[in-house]
């Protein structure tokens, strides 16, 4: 039997289209506008939004909280076999690696962006901590490596996402914007209560601040 079933509660919905766009106006503002300092604003909210990303995986809604999407080899095989008999709500095993991949290589892209310089007055506030060996390391990566890895999962992603939802008639954009899925009633429901969404915003002001204050000892350190 089916019924409706939360499985992205409004923090996790929030926190993945921030993502969109802050990733796509700090790829803009460099690429299009050659202003670097909204290019790294926007990469601090994208630190701040990854911050809380990680203790909601710990604290969030059922289907947000990592153990419940753990990928395992065996899941993942058997989903590959039978990807029709695959009844749990969340991400599908494929799903689950590839949100583990998208989110490292965003923290590696925010890392060398840190540590990167763009030898035209600008450069990253990790530089002044670093040898020059691993600036400029860390800038080839951020802007010859990172980018086109990134943007070719993003494209995966989104090829991944329009293949379930036009081949397998699977709403999934529908449930990453209202939060519901028609599943087996055996799958629990993500806590969304107002209670949840308060503390929500509580951690991402402590992660922000947390990015702010580090932001502001690598400043007075240099
Ligand atoms: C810069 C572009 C994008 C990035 C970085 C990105 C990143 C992510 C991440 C990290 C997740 C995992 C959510 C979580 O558990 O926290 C996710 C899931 C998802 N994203 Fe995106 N996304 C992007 C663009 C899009 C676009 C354009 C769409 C659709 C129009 C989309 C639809 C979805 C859907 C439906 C899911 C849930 C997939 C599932 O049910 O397993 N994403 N995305
Ligand atoms: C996930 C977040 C980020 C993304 C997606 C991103 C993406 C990019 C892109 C697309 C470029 C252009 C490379 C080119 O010219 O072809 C670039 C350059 C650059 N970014 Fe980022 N960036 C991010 C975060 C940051 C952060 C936080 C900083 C530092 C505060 C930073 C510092 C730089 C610098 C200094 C360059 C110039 C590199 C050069 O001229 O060789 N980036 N970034």
Redesign the pocket.
Known sequence: MNSLVKVWDLP?RL??WA??LS??ASAISVLVFEHMVWHARFGYLIASLLLF?LVWGLVGGYW?RFVNFKPSFSDSLTYLRHPANWTRA???PM?SWS?IV??SL?FLQLMTGLGSDDDAGFSGPLTPHISSAWVSLATRYHADVGQWLLLFW?CL??AA?AYQTVMKKTP??K??LSGYRVMAHTNPSSADSGRHRWLAVLLFSICSAITYVCLKLLDTQA
């Open positions: 996790t926190f993945h993502l969109v990733i796509s990303r947000s969340g991400h599908n799903g949100v998208m989110l965003i993003v992603h989104m996402v999934l954009v449930a990453m």
